[in-house]
């Protein structure tokens, strides 16, 4: 009996449906970040730390995020897998930006719910 090994990973389908929702997401927090920018007068401290101590804004936030690292992830193994052909280099840099990607959230998730 043929197995197909590729079922245990990602697959091309997978990959596009995840890069376009990952991107829908993190278009609507820049349209929400620009639309709070544009509306709000006199931005201070106070109307900052008052966006963000909502639980909603959090999990927006949160959710971007991860989105943003899920997003770069599939489109830096998509770029490392074209344009990098030695398999131990693009190995080693895909843990490298891989944990740099992940770093990003967990001090993101620091930061954030530490207000």
Known sequence: MVTNKASMKRNGVQDFVSLRATAVLITAYVIFMGWFFLTTENITYSVWQELFSSIAMKTFTLLTLVAIMTHTRIGLWQ??????????????????????????VVVGLIVLWGV
């Not at 897998?81 to 190995?91: E, F, N, S």
């Open 79 to 104: 770029v490392l897998t074209d344009y990098v052909k030695a398999p131990l280099l693009r190995a080693v840099m895909q843990y490298v930006l891989n944990i740099i990607a992940f770093a990003y």
